[in-house]
């Protein structure tokens, strides 16, 4: 055979070869991600997304290039583990052990500060922020007296439930009275009102402006007290937030904010995340990164569909080994003796 008769059977055979992405996702994430824009832009490029039974072992489902996640129960990560174990060389998205330090707002932080990165005008790192454990902690003043009020009060779990999303701002020493730990006092910094919202897909970035907490000035702070809400926030002052005041905000230098995602993804192995991060408003160039969170919502991108197909592509053409093939191989033998026809 000639070498462009192999070049072309070549090419047919990788047209023709698809890929399966199971994916395992609580329903309204189903129903905000697995939208028919990125089925099919998915399926144009050879791969199929196929929802997991989480119900049934992992082993009996697929067969699975790669597998994409976002469910913290433990029923499902034994059934992730035992998959892992058996299909070492199938790529889980993200795991587990990795998704789980995020969870914790103490050690979700911690990573920044020991990012290394190219020299920039711009320096970065994380609010100052104490762990508080217990109720009694709280009511003592040596425990708080390293920070500067206003703080904001953050659950320390934060796993995507309602609670983990209860925050506050924190005025004062009273307002410490009305919280419940454990939980993060961290401190607030007045950032014009924006927040930088960057999202990771692999390799891409991108970072878009969303509003955020108002300023709060001397005189206002000392005209407030207690604890407000997040909830109640917008009722603090008359600053607004319109597009215009988001529109005038500068962003952040490009070549900065992926320096700074491209370090969090290795230091973090992850590859589906976002960070939010502001700027100090007394310091132009310095930037605070206050939140991470693992597999947002990228459908408020616009074209997300673009940038998690072409990550999907990337994932499932890594050169295979012979033994992740046999992997393959062997889960559609397995597979096919708990279900009808399989995907080639």
């Given amino acids: 055979m000639s070498a462009t008769n192999r070049f072309n059977n070549m090419s047919a055979e990788l047209e023709t070869t698809r890929f399966s992405i199971g994916y395992a996702l609580a329903p309204n994430k189903v129903q905000s991600l697995i939208q028919p824009c990125l089925v099919n832009h998915a399926k144009d490029r050879g791969i199929d997304l196929i929802p997991i039974d989480i119900t049934k072992p992992l082993v009996q489902q697929g067969p699975f290039h790669c597998i994409i996640h976002k469910l913290y129960d433990h029923q499902w990560k034994k059934h992730l583990n035992h998959f892992s174990l058996n299909y070492p060389n199938v790529a889980i998205i993200d795991p587990p052990d990795a998704v789980e330090r995020i969870h914790n707002r103490e050690s979700m932080l911690q990573v920044v500060n020991g990012l290394k990165i190219p020299s920039h005008n711009e320096n970065f790192s994380i609010p100052k922020q104490i762990v508080i454990y217990d109720c009694e902690s709280l009511s003592d003043p040596s425990n708080t007296n390293t920070l500067q009020f206003p703080v904001i009060a953050k659950p320390l779990v934060a796993n995507g439930s309602a609670t983990s999303h209860q925050l506050s701002l924190v005025f004062n020493t009273d307002g410490l009275n009305g919280l419940k730990s454990p939980l993060i006092l961290q401190e607030f910094v007045n950032h014009g009102g924006v927040v930088f919202k960057v999202y990771v897909v692999g390799e891409f970035v991108q970072c878009v402006k969303r509003p955020s907490l108002p300023d709060i000035s001397e ?18 002052t008359s600053q607004g937030h319109d597009a215009m005041h988001i529109e005038k905000a500068e962003m952040p230098p490009l070549s900065f904010v ?31 990164v206050i939140d991470i969170n693992y597999f947002p919502g990228y459908a408020k991108l616009p074209s997300y569909e673009t940038a998690l197909t072409d990550f999907f592509w990337e994932i499932v053409h890594k050169k295979p080994s012979e033994a992740a093939s046999l992997e393959i191989k062997e889960c559609q033998d397995r597979s096919s003796d708990h279900r009808g026809p399989q995907l080639p």
């Fill in 219 to 236: 005189e206002e702070l000392g005209t407030l007290g207690g604890l407000l809400p997040f909830s109640q926030i917008s009722n603090l």
């Fill in 258 to 288: 992926h320096d700074i995602a491209n370090g969090l993804r290795r230091a973090m192995k992850l590859n589906l995340f976002n960070f939010d991060m502001i700027r100090d408003t007394s310091a132009g160039n310095r930037y605070l």
